[in-house]
């Protein structure tokens, strides 16, 4: 599709993804399969961290270590499916500060609104790792994407669960500057901006509202 964009096409990875696209599966199931294909899709998304070094002593010697070095990152949770992605990135990185972006559609005229923005200062000197699990038409992430671009962001990354091609080519062309990971590049979307074959409505089946 293109350069920018990384499917983590681990075994478990896509395993894992197929228990979550049944429509018998349940809430819970789907939270903690969520949770654990995450933590695949940060280790990728987080993979060329700059590391410094640390003086530290084994109960062998001492030696210099490796660390994490710079700024602390920033994880952005567009509301309210992404707060999914978002346990499984501060399992990986405890430290990182959390900013997140409400967004709204209208489903006749898929015209997004923005209702809620809150993220930490200094976004221009931190890494910004974008989290929502479905990129279906893209209009919610080029959104996101340019919210906390005005806010001063230029390193960032957009995570998702699924993407469907329609959303990838719109996203990539708004923003070809951000990469993008995701677990599966579906087939399109339908006639209602669903992806197919999908996964229903992440949001719902995450929280458990109306029927996915």
């Known amino acids: 599709m293109t350069s920018n964009v990384t499917v983590v096409d681990h075994p478990l990875v896509q395993h894992k993804l197929t228990l979550m696209r049944r429509k018998e599966a349940s809430t819970a199931e789907f939270r903690k399969l969520l949770r654990e294909i995450g933590l695949f899709l940060g280790y990728e998304a987080l993979r060329d961290l700059p590391l410094g070094k640390l003086h530290i002593d084994t109960p062998i010697c001492g030696m210099e270590a490796p660390v994490i070095a710079g700024k602390?990152?920033?994880?952005?949770?567009?509301?309210?499916a992404g707060d999914g992605l978002l346990g499984p990135m501060l399992d990986?990185?405890?430290?990182?500060?959390?900013?997140?972006?409400?967004?709204?559609?209208?489903?006749?005229?898929?015209?997004?609104?923005?209702?809620f923005f809150k993220v930490p200062q200094n976004?221009?000197?931190?890494?910004?790792?974008?989290?929502?699990?479905?990129?279906?038409?893209?209009?919610s992430a080029i959104r996101a994407i340019q919210e906390i671009k005005d806010a001063g962001a230029k390193d960032i990354r957009f995570v998702c669960l699924?993407?469907?091609?329609?959303?990838?080519?719109?996203?990539?062309?708004?923003?070809?500057?951000?990469?993008?990971?995701t677990a599966s590049?579906?087939?399109?979307?339908?006639?209602?901006?669903?992806?197919?074959p999908g996964l229903g409505d992440a949001g719902d089946r995450l929280f458990g509202t109306k029927g996915a």
């Open 162 to 181: 699924l993407a469907a091609p329609e959303g990838i080519k719109a996203f990539t062309e708004a923003h070809p500057d951000v990469p993008v990971v």
């Open 72 to 80: 602390k990152l920033t994880f952005i949770s567009v509301l309210r």
């Open 92 to 115: 990986l990185v405890p430290s990182a500060r959390i900013g997140q972006i409400g967004l709204s559609r209208d489903e006749e005229t898929l015209e997004v609104t923005k209702y």
């Open 123 to 139: 976004l221009g000197q931190r890494l910004n790792v974008v989290l929502d699990p479905m990129l279906a038409t893209g209009h």
């Open 185 to 196: 590049i579906d087939e399109k979307l339908n006639e209602k901006a669903y992806i197919v």
